[in-house]
């Protein structure tokens, strides 16, 4: 069976490129299934068995055929051979999913994802220990131990131009975990209105909050309610804003997500969002479209501007499972025109060895860091009555993608 799997940098057209292949195949003989979120569709006929005939028929006769790796093992598709096989963001699904697609004659498999981003999400801490958040993409893709070369057993194909970022947020995520080998292509977007960003071109912003509250513990989760305060004094400032003499264009509230490692931070942040949608102002009707996710529920999204709650803040540099350089990569490549991160550096520069230390190194070396006084003091002005919205609020605090998490999260 030939492999060949796509490692991809957010934002770079992975599902766009897979669907290219298939189209451009599709004149073949050959029928190709696909993994994506879809289901099929019934026949007319009231009876099961014409129905379920019916059914089995319009699958055997066309060249492609979408499903979810689960459904590939459904018996409407037995005795259907699928030599090729394209699997999309195969990194979130673990093995055993992964192989139903193949059972059925495959010999040319594409896998599609980025294993240096979040694995499969797998609850039994048991589980995981014997591996089953690994995914058949970063098994294959790892250095082979019984290989005379030691490399992998199929070395990935980078997809190397992101389309997502601006350069300014692609370039470490491109450097620390890509090698550098990545393209900018996004279009070039306007700065967010009413964030002090640094001087020159930079769209990458870290508030440093340290406050004598710091971080709370709370079951086996975590929440900051300094940096909630904080989030929320920017999420309102800038629904408000409008400089066009600036080149700073309005923002959509649905074009704003909150995003945080924790689950009680998560709640923390829609308790109080909630609460400021209940009060009379222009912003309540914005502030109940924000989005606010962890960065699990995050992974596979994007939006213009990503305000960041790190919530860790303690004098040992303790990041707790926040120091994965995988859900690092997810939380920073999820913007495209602005990042903004509140955190306290102290912690993040003590916790020497992880990624957001290395982080925290960029941006102070590119002036992004401001003291929480100094970035409350510099958000300008605005009329609290400009862009209030005559509709009434819709409150949207989901967890973007959907993906359940693991009570300790």
């Keep these: 069976m030939r492999f060949s799997p796509k490692e991809v940098l957010s934002g770079d057209g992975k599902t766009r490129g897979g669907a290219d292949s298939l189209a451009s195949a599709a004149s073949s003989a050959d029928r190709r299934r696909v993994r994506a979120k879809t289901s099929s569709a019934a026949g007319a006929s009231s009876s099961v068995y014409h129905r379920m005939q019916a059914m089995r028929d319009a699958l055997a006769s066309f060249q492609v055929v979408v499903t979810t790796c689960s459904s590939a093992g459904?018996?409407?598709?037995?005795?259907?051979?699928?030599?090729?096989?394209?699997?999309?963001?195969?990194?979130?699904?673990?093995?055993?999913?992964?192989l139903l697609p193949l059972s059925n004659g495959c010999n040319h498999l594409v896998l599609i994802g980025d294993h240096k981003q979040l694995p499969p999400t797998?609850?039994?801490?048991?589980?995981?220990?014997?591996?089953?958040?690994?995914?058949?993409?970063?098994?294959?893709?790892?250095?082979?131990?019984?290989?005379?070369?030691?490399?992998?057993?199929?070395?990935?194909?980078?997809?190397?131009?992101?389309?997502?970022?601006?350069?300014?947020?692609?370039?470490?995520?491109n450097t620390h975990f890509y090698g550098g080998r990545v393209r900018d292509a996004a279009p070039s977007r306007p700065p967010v209105s009413g964030v002090p960003w640094p001087d020159g071109d930079m769209r990458v912003l870290l508030v440093d909050v340290q406050t004598e509250l710091g971080e709370e513990q709370q079951g086996t989760s975590w929440r900051n309610a300094a940096e909630v305060d904080a989030v929320l004094k920017l999420a309102s400032h800038v629904l408000r804003c409008d400089d066009r003499s600036k080149g700073q264009a309005s923002l959509p509230p649905e074009e704003v997500v909150v995003m945080t490692p924790y689950f009680q931070q998560k709640q923390l942040l829609q308790a109080e969002f909630w609460r400021r949608t209940q009060q009379d102002t222009a912003t309540a009707p914005l502030l109940g479209q924000v989005r606010v996710s962890t960065i699990d529920g995050f992974q596979g999204a994007e939006s213009d501007l990503v305000i960041f709650s790190a919530v860790r803040s303690n004098v040992g540099g303790r990041l707790g499972f926040l120091s994965d350089a995988r859900r690092a990569n997810v939380a920073l490549t999820r913007a495209r025109r602005g990042l903004v991160v509140f955190a306290d550096a102290t912690t993040m520069r003590q916790a020497k060895g992880t990624v957001w230390a290395e982080w925290l190194a960029w941006v102070e070396g590119r002036g992004g860091v401001m003291p929480l006084a100094e970035f409350s003091s510099r958000l300008p002005p605005v009329d609290g009555a400009k862009r209030a919205r005559s509709r009434s609020p819709q409150v949207s605090f989901g967890t973007g993608a959907g993906r359940s998490l693991p009570a300790q999260y």
């Design 74 to 98: 459904h018996e409407l598709l037995r005795g259907i051979t699928f030599p090729r096989v394209l699997v999309d963001e195969c990194t979130q699904s673990v093995e055993p999913s992964t």
């Design 122 to 173: 797998v609850v039994s801490d048991e589980a995981r220990k014997m591996g089953l958040d690994r995914s058949m993409f970063a098994r294959l893709a790892a250095p082979h131990a019984s290989s005379h070369s030691a490399g992998p057993v199929a070395e990935p194909l980078l997809l190397d131009e992101q389309r997502r970022m601006h350069p300014s947020i692609a370039a470490f995520p």
